[in-house]
């Protein structure tokens, strides 16, 4: 992978990360038509990279609400942050029990299962679609909301299913004013992250060649700028209830990668 391409994945991933169109998919699909060769573990630590910068520009984009929630729970009590907090950690459990129990047969989805990313995007057109026809309330996520879109972003680790389009989708669904969902949405994946690259880098599994690292970093850059962008984007189109825009263009996608898939 060269510089070039490495910046390309890097803006795939930070755009896509935020819009609810999988950016995991997306990936997948530029690496194959890139003609990335990389092996499963290798293309997983390249997207684990670039997750790891989007998760950055999530706390830049978020700082305000992040500072306030640790100040609450400086404060010891069952207050308002220490809530919001429980709730977010209730909602990593079931993608860290999945992480933790299918490691291996996660990372046999990555590295050019195209006609698996199809289908996958197609499910979350349908998702989208779902979503968009719900009406808007001002309810606030439960703690039983947290189980159900926890439940969601396990499932959201198959590359194709976008994990923001599943999420809010299920907290649309449930009921869940749009603004809230987004945000619970862009938070909760941000301490997953942060385990992820800590228990990668603990275990060895990030090992990096010194021709990779300068591709890499430029790849890291792009993700966080294109992040930063895409973050505030779609905070303002979940607002104006704009996800069917994202189910036909998944759909759309979805259908060329199983056509790419069955023919080649």
């Not at 706390?59 to 919001?84: C, H, P, S, T």
């Not at 309810?139 to 198959?158: D, P, R």
Request: glycine share 8%; charged share 15%; with cysteine.
């Amino acid at each position: 992978m060269d510089i070039l391409e490495a910046i390309i994945l890097g803006i795939i991933q930070g755009l896509t990360e935020f819009l609810p169109v999988s950016s995991s998919g997306h990936l997948e699909l530029a690496k194959a038509i890139l003609g990335d060769t990389s092996v499963p573990e290798e293309s997983l630590t390249f997207t684990v990279v670039l997750h790891f910068a989007t998760a950055l520009s999530t706390i830049v984009i978020f700082r305000k609400e992040i500072l306030e929630i640790f100040k609450g729970l400086l404060q010891f009590k069952w207050n308002d942050e220490f809530k919001f907090s429980l709730k977010i950690i209730i909602s990593m459990i079931p993608a860290v029990a999945v992480g933790l129990l299918f490691e291996e047969e996660l990372e046999s989805f990555f590295g050019g299962k195209i006609l698996l990313v199809g289908c996958m995007l197609l499910l979350t057109a349908l998702l989208l679609l779902l979503a968009d026809r719900a009406k808007n309330t001002k309810k606030e996520v439960s703690f039983s909301n947290a189980v159900l879109i926890g439940i969601s972003q396990a499932i959201a680790m198959l590359p194709g299913i976008s994990r923001s389009g599943a999420t809010i989708s299920t907290s649309v669904l449930l009921g869940i004013d749009r603004t809230r969902a987004a945000k619970f949405s862009f938070l909760m994946v941000v301490p997953l992250i942060f385990g992820k690259i800590g228990k990668d880098v603990l275990s060895g599994d990030l090992s990096f060649q010194s021709s990779e690292m300068i591709p890499i970093a430029a790849g890291f850059i792009a993700a966080f700028l294109a992040g930063l962008i895409a973050c505030k984007w779609m905070i303002s189109l979940v607002k104006k209830s704009k996800l069917s825009y994202f189910s036909i263009y998944c759909a759309a996608v979805g259908s060329i990668a199983i056509g790419y898939a069955l023919l080649n």
